[in-house]
């Protein structure tokens, strides 16, 4: 499928709608907060509560705005959904620790 353009982008994004750009752009912004958080939060609680978050308004998304009837399908998906993202960054070498 062909990348849309400017104009296409700009229509989505008003609609509510996330093109690759916008979507890394968001994620950024939690990634962000995970960072200023862990000034004062230790990595390993913090991690945990954002996944707790993630699974919170996932649930809600699922609920409410998708009236997903199958729990169980949507739990499988979602998980399948983290599971490949989760691997692909534990699999970038931008991840790694520099040396000092």
């Known amino acids: ?32 907060l995970a960072n200023r958080e862990n000034a004062r939060v230790k990595a390993t609680d913090l991690h945990m509560a954002f996944l707790y978050a993630a ?8 609920k409410i705005v998708l009236d997903v009837g199958n729990h169980e399908e949507f739990v499988k998906k979602m998980a399948a959904e983290y599971t490949d993202m989760l691997r692909q960054h534990l699999s970038d070498p931008s991840l790694a620790r520099s040396a000092e």
């Not at 353009?5 to 950024?28: I, S």
């Open 1 to 32: 499928m062909k990348e849309p353009n400017r104009q296409q982008r700009r229509a989505m994004r008003a609609e509510g709608n996330l093109d690759t750009a916008a979507f890394l752009k968001v994620a950024d912004k939690f990634i962000d």
């Open 55 to 62: 699974a919170r308004y996932n649930a809600y998304v699922a």
